[in-house]
T-cell receptor, first 116, second 113 residues
Framework: GAVVSQHPSWVICKSGTSVKIECRSL??????MFWYRQFPKQSLMLMAT?????????EQGVEKDKFLINHASLTLSTLTVTSAHPEDSSFYIC????????????FGPGTRLLVL | QKEVEQNSGPLSVPEGAIASLNCTYS??????FFWYRQYSGKSPELIMS????GDKEDGRFTAQLNKASQYVSLLIRDSQPSDSATYLC?????????????FGQGTILTVHP
């Protein structure tokens, strides 16, 4: 149980294009999903907290107009990197927190983004 | 002071030995603590969660929590080469940050045959 999927697992795009990443909880419902970014040899950096049916809460320094988050259902959150640039190249990982009383976050497999 | 500090690595142990990973945290309001394992190029996977003072055992893994000392550790018994990974401790922040995980910088563990 507690499986989270992400799609795509790899994406290469040209500078200036937008990229959408999907995060799905496959066998549980999640009111809250989180989006992280990880650069090589660094720890996870929380970008934003996504709550179903409401606006995402962004961490300090994360541009909400650049990283659009939508949490349309209890099993799906999407992150769109708009007008991507090479410095946005990173490993993007989502996690989902089950709806009932469990504090644990379960992580998706991650999406590697390379912007040329 | 950093919110979460892990013992500096990398840590290298021989196969079959006990690996000891340590973590201190600064937020006294924290209630939930987690250890995640991250293989190179992969996302973190949950190993242990611990909420109460004392020890919690799961197979070869034992998590220890001491809230008074703001300290959490992970012991890996009978270490195997497949345990070689980066280990991240994390805690669930209290107050207005409730629900968010704060991660340590990670400790790289290498188990050599």
């Amino acid at each position: 149980g507690a499986v989270v999927s992400q799609h795509p697992s790899w994406v290469i795009c040209k500078s200036g294009t937008s990229v959408k990443i999907e995060c799905r909880s496959l066998d549980f419902q999640a009111t809250t999903m989180f989006w992280y970014r990880q650069f090589p040899k660094q720890s996870l950096m929380l970008m934003a907290t996504s709550n179903e049916g409401s606006k995402a809460t962004y961490e300090q320094g994360v541009e909400k107009d650049k990283f659009l988050i939508n949490h349309a259902s209890l099993t799906l959150s999407t992150l769109t990197v708009t007008s991507a640039h090479p410095e946005d190249s990173s490993f993007y990982i989502c996690s989902a927190r089950p709806i009932q009383g469990v504090e644990t976050q379960y992580f998706g497999p991650g999406t590697r983004l390379l912007v040329l | 002071q950093k919110e979460v500090e892990q013992n500096s690595g990398p840590l290298s142990v021989p196969e079959g030995a006990i690996a000891s990973l340590n973590c201190t945290y600064s937020d006294r309001g924290s209630q939930s603590f987690f250890w995640y394992r991250q293989y190179s190029g992969k996302s973190p996977e949950l190993i242990m969660s611990i909420y109460s003072n004392g020890d919690k055992e799961d197979g070869r893994f034992t998590a220890q929590l001491n809230k008074a000392s703001q300290y959490v550790s992970l012991l890996i018994r009978d270490s195997q080469p497949s345990d070689s990974a980066t280990y991240l401790c994390a805690f669930n922040a209290g107050g207005t940050s409730y629900g968010k995980l704060t991660f340590g910088q990670g400790t790289i563990l290498t188990v050599h045959p």
